[in-house]
């Protein structure tokens, strides 16, 4: 018997729409002392499962309506209110994705770590925010020593993340749930935080539930893992054994349409390749690296010492600084970077959408500059641009076929309005839907067809050059691997140039043939894609590349 | 999660929403009928509303006077339903001149940004803090009491609260994706604006128009009390509230009557509003 | 802090400036307004004021001489009673107009936010659809109707409490609750909104997982977030309360500085309006001032600005 057992736990949630099984009679078990990773991608329940440990769950909408979770004796999902709060906290601890909405802007950070000491009463006012300091300096946020009355607003998001973790762990918890706490933040600054949290619990002797959608990070933590998918667990095991032999087609499809590092093929497998009946051979994973088609291409887009310079109330800040880049014709230059290093900046303004300070934007060779319309125009059609967030690219009011068919109506493009149609149809079946699809409207749509529609639109132009800007950023990982396909398909079927922005080094090596790695606006190394990872030659790019965790790294748990 | 079969836009989906909603259907309702008796009221009524019968004075509602008569023998009746006339109108057209600039107001602001925004809003923000209606009441004194002026006057201080909003809306259409890729297609800004930008403010413009003509009707009820509104023989529900006050002991019906229908007019608009506004609350269309 | 009520200020003053320029000028060339000369005006006002405005001298010395008498809080001798100075009528009713309005406001606020604060707490529950049903009922019963039918049923009828007049405490009473209430209704209304927002922000669930119980979440984590917007609503509100004593003066036959600028306003009394007019906008920017301060106290990000 574990320290916390759930067992046969299902949690609906009521709407106007009907009735919603988030979570489907499951079972999980955690011992004591071990970091237990609960993995699964959106819809699968496993924050339902996290938060309703802790009762945290609003009910109404939702309603637990069988199963029980043991712990010490008790069982939680039957304890009144007030030994919730008691067990919360002191007990159990929790910690939550974003770390800038989880604290409260209007008290001290240090308050908010000491308050759980005064909540449980295991220490005086004046011994919990001494505790506090000296448990925030253990986390690393030492700053605390010289401005004690700092407010969260005032700290970086993995400052914040730390701040939180202390917050949790000060009581001295037996188990620690953890939801998602490193989704938000940036690659080395999640590995820190990664490291920080396995040192603590181990310290501490705290188990963990580790809940992440993805599931290489989870193997760089966990000794054992819980997949689930819609509601249900469909396989736990110990890590190694989870990734050397995953049983279930799902997991198997998870663990192979991750775009890892070593991963050189031209296609990534999707969970259809795996979840398709009677088939239970993937299809061939594996083809031949491309040979290097960069040899003898011309340079469709190039940069020359391009700058971005905004003002802000702390004065003049390079977004972009000095970049100078070239791409070439038919081939997809990775941009790959943290936050802040001006990477979504640089693709803007490549787009004229954001303007430059100084520097050149040549296509064909030619400047652009402040042209006249029917040369913007003409610009507009050949460069075009996706968008990171599904959901905000479409206008909720028009149908379908009116977002797409508008760019033809401004561009001249298609002789009539059944011409349009026409052509909308095409471009509708070159992203994998159809016709029946042009009445609707983008509410109606998964996020991944609605990225589908946003390249169906980039592509009513018939252009050249296209920007990714952090395109599958927001997706699950199966839905990231049909996209990426579509993408490449894409490139060969119509010549198409690329500039891939992402944060995500497995996926932009995926896609690129070239990279350049920024940091703080300006380019720090560029290479082809190999030649980047096998060999980088400065110190950030290394530390990128140490950041990935070992199991996103190679494909080798898998063959 | 795709729904089957019939595509809802989101106007219909709101409209569906504002159905099931009986305070705002019941409001609605209302607000019907009191437009159906303001504005035919006073012609199906035998008595006119100004004409005086002297004999008559002060006389509580009976089958002849269905809600009395006044100091100077009017029907009440008459004089509640075309002061209806009146308080609407104004309502509604001081509304209107509010919409009118105030849209315009903050769509410009809000889509030039930069200086050119923190300029207007800087004017909004200064103005917002003065109570207009002293200002109106100069206004008054020193150029009369115009009709025309009086809800141009109204007007011109509810804009401040629609210019508000429609400025914030759209300063986050600005910034959404969807805005941003009809400008990478070449967009011309007028387009950007007419077809992609105002459509998606309609939601707020209409919830807020709707709370705006209960504002608008209450300034005109009170420049009416203090008897600066509308001349006599014009009558609003203010000042017929104006007269029953002063009556009241003699005569509570001549407050009572154009009272409860001015606070009926008031509460059904204030509900329809609510109603409207979480109809048409984004946070519930946003499936994903 | 410091530098945001240095900045304020700074900001006032061309603010007070432009309205007194307007006002000026608007009176100067209105038609029909005091300087009017085809106006018929008593021979004693006439030269009092013209021995005040300076109306024999050119329209620049004029504005001077009116800025600088501004600057001194001489407001000219009232139009239609030229013994007395505007400044002195002012001062005579504005105090009293003031404790009607601190009343009003601690009314408004101590009936107002704790109905707010428990409607959020027990949403849609009888304690969240009542008071908010009674209070979208106070928004829509305007001063100048609940007044009347509370000195109808208590005053008249049940003889409780004294209907006009202002002589002591007891004449506090009606009128005061009459323009609290209305606002009561606006702060339960207001209340209620923000703190349900702030309720279901993530930091609250931070706090409950923490171990907090509803005392202490309500108190220490939602208070101050949940307050703001009734915060940002002090400054229309001091403007209505503004407006409000117009009304209430009115029908209470209180002496206050809103009953007096009435009746300026209906016996044409150009410069007790005007010298009313620049002190009420004085005073509103003070207000606001008042209100933005509050509001920095409260929310640490905008100390910053």
Known sequence: MGQLNIQNLSVNFHSREGIFQAVNDIDLEIKEGEIVGLVGESGSGKSVTCNSILQLLPCPPAEISQGAIHWTNKDLLKQKEQNMERIRGQEISMIFQDPMSSLNPYLTVLEQVAEPLIIHNLATPEEAMQQASDMLVEVGVDRIRTSPNSYPHEFSGGMRQRAMIAMALITKPALLLADEPTTALDVTVQAKILSILKEACKKLKVSVLFVSHDLGLVAEL??????????????????????????????????????????????????????????????????????????????????????????????????????????????????????????????????????????????????IQEQSSLQKLHFRKSMQIIFQDPYASLNPRLTIEQTLSEPMTVHGIGKSKQDRKDRVIALLEEVGLNSEHLSRYPHQFSGGQRQRICVARALTTEPKFIVCDECVSAMDVSVQAQVLNLLKSLQESRGLTYLFISHDLGVVKFMSDEISVMQKGKVVETGTAEAIYRDPQMEYTRKLIDAVPRANRKAEFYS | MMSAGTSNSLGKDAWLRLRANRMAVMSLFVLVGIFIVSLFGPALCSFSYEEQNLDKVFQSPDRVHLFGTDNLGRDLFARTAYGGRISLAVGLLATLVSLVIGVSYGMISGYAGGRIDSLMMRGVDVLYSLPFIIFVILLMVLFGRNFLLLFVAIGAVEWLTLARITRAQTLNLKNTEFIEAARALGFSNLRIIFRHILPNLLGPIIVYATLTVPAVMLLEAVLSFLGLGVQAPMSSWGSLIKEGAEKMDAAPWLLLFPGLFFCVTLFALNFLGDGLRDALDPKSSKNG | MKKLLLSRLLQAIPTLWVIATLTFFMTRFAPGGPFDSEKAIAEEIKVKLESHFGLDRPLLEQYLIYLQNLLHGDLGPS?????????????????????????????????????????????????????????????????????????????????????????????????????????????????????????????????????????????????????????????????????????IESIFFIPGLGKFFVTAAFNRDYTMVLGTVLFYATLIIFLNLLVDVLQAWLDPKARQT
């Open chain 1, 222 to 367: 966990a000794d054992r893992v819980v997949v689930m998918y819609r509601g249900k667990v469909i396989e736990q095991s110990d890590t190694n054994t989870l990734f050397r032999n995953p049983e279930h087609p799902y997991v198997k499809a998870l663990i192979a349409c991750r775009p890892t590092l070593e991963n050189s093929s031209n296609r990534l497998p999707t969970v259809d390749d795996f979840i398709s009946p009677g088939d239970s051979k993937p299809k061939a994973i594996k083809s031949p690296p491309s040979s290097a088609p960069l040899i003898g291409k011309k340079t469709l887009v190039e940069t020359k010492g391009l700058t971005v310079e905004f003002t802000s109330k702390d004065g003049k800040v390079r977004a972009v600084d000095d970049v100078s880049l070239a791409i070439l014709e038919g081939s997809t230059h990775g941009l790959v970077g943290e936050s802040g290093s001006g990477k979504t900046t640089l693709g803007r303004s490549i787009l004229q959408l954001i303007k430059k300070t100084s520097g050149q934007i040549l296509l064909h060779g030619l400047p």
């Open chain 3, 79 to 247: 139009f239609k009673y030229p013994e007395w100075d505007v400044s002195e009528l002012i001062a005579t009713a504005f105090p009293v107009s003031l404790t009607l309005g601190i009343l009003s406001l601690l009314i408004a606020l101590c009936i107002g936010i704790p109905i707010g604060m428990v409607a959020a707490l027990r949403r849609n529950s009888w304690m969240d659809y009542l008071p908010m049903s009674l209070s979208m009922a106070g928004i829509c019963l305007p001063t100048f109707v609940l007044g009347p039918l509370l000195i109808f049923a208590l005053s008249t009828n049940l003889g409780v409490l004294p209907p006009v007049g202002w002589y002591g405490p007891e004449d506090w009473i009606l009128p005061s609750l009459t323009l609290g209430l209305f606002y009561a209704a606006y702060i339960a209304r207001l209340t209620r909104a923000g703190m349900l927002e702030t309720l279901q922000l993530d930091y609250i669930r931070t706090a409950r997982a923490k171990g907090a119980n509803s005392w202490r979440i309500l108190t220490k984590h939602a208070a101050k977030g949940g307050l703001l917007p009734v915060v940002t609503f002090l400054g229309p509100a001091f403007a209505g309360l503004i407006t409000g004593s117009f009304v």
